[in-house]
């Protein structure tokens, strides 16, 4: 049996092409990297950020973006990259070079230094006050020389009061200049806001753009890259243009939803027997584009 059968997809698609549809169907659900110019560009500014020299003020990164539009995912693949590796020379702590933190529903100190402690593995102690889980997690980053705090969910900082707000962005920018490492907030443009509004952490922060998709030679690229990577026999064709401008348009340039409409698509696919994806499966999958459930939700 040879793979040449199917030259429209990408090795790991093609070697699982002709396993049955049930397993198919399970491997279309399941999360996947898709490189993109934009997110290989995030990495590459990432990769700087981790290499460069301490010094006593160190420039951060906020990666900015509307919801589910791969945020996540990037910084996810970017962490992954830099997994914890050997124990760290002489106090045996395990290094951690990218720790991720979510932010927690509110700008509160204490929940904030809590999420760091677990990401560190670190037992939780949830009665100590701020002080001392500050001390604890202070040490902690530094035992295990964590060169680069990710801060998910940043926008979360305006969902406190005036003061909180502020009292949170100091804390920011005394753990940066306290650790001497670079900060990556992660958000949505309202994170963008929340940052901006501390002059001295607004140019600390170089924000990185994650914009809605357009029509272009990148977006046909993506599709191109999202069909290669889905184990149908037969070719869809996801870039050619009715295709593709019925995709932007139901999705509104998210990726997520991007995604997220080819794969049920795919799956409706396989549910029928079928080997492509074609645009009147787009019609039947009752999808509703994101300001559409929004309204519905709110
Ligand atoms: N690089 C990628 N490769 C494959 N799929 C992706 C990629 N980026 C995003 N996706 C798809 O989009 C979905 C949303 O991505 P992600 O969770 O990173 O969004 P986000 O910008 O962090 O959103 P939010 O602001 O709501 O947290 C993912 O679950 C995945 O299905
Ligand atoms: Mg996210």
């Not at 990769?47 to 951060?60: G, H, I």
């Not at 720790?99 to 999420?115: G, H, N, W």
């Amino acid at each position: 049996m040879s793979d040449a059968h199917y030259p429209h997809l990408l090795p790991v698609a093609q070697a699982l092409a002709d396993a049955p549809a049930e397993l198919r169907v399970r491997r279309v659900r399941a999360d996947r990297w898709m490189g993109y110019a934009r997110a290989e560009a995030a990495l590459s500014a990432l990769e700087d950020l981790l290499t460069f020299p301490k010094r006593l003020r160190m420039p951060n990164l906020l990666l900015v973006g509307p919801s589910n539009n791969g945020k996540t995912m990037i910084v996810e693949k970017f962490r992954r990259e830099h997994l914890p590796g050997d124990p760290h020379a002489g106090n045996g702590a395990i290094a951690i070079p990218v720790l991720k933190v979510q932010m927690p529903p509110a700008p509160d100190e204490r929940r904030f230094f809590s999420a760091v402690l677990e990401a560190l593995g670190a037992p939780d102690r949830s009665n100590d006050r701020l002080a001392a889980k500050q001390d604890m997690a202070m040490r902690m980053l530094r035992a295990t020389d964590v060169r680069m705090l990710v801060i998910d969910e940043v926008h979360n900082i305006l969902s406190g009061s005036r003061d909180q707000q502020r009292r949170f962005l100091n804390l920011l920018r005394w753990l940066g200049n306290e650790l001497q490492i670079p900060l990556v907030a992660v958000g949505t443009a309202e994170a963008l806001r929340a940052i901006q509004s501390d002059d001295q952490l607004a140019n600390r922060f170089t924000p990185f753009n994650l914009p809605p998709w357009r029509m272009g030679p990148e977006y046909l690229r993506l599709l191109n890259t999202l069909e290669a990577m889905l184990p149908l026999r037969e070719r869809s064709g996801l870039e050619e243009p009715a295709m593709a401008q019925k995709l932007l348009t139901s999705s509104e340039g998210i990726l997520g939803e991007i995604v997220a409409l080819v794969t049920s698509a795919a799956v409706a696919a396989l549910a029928n027997g079928r080997e492509r994806v074609d645009i009147d499966m787009l019609d039947d999958i009752d999808f509703k584009p994101p300001t559409d459930r929004r309204r519905a939700a709110g």
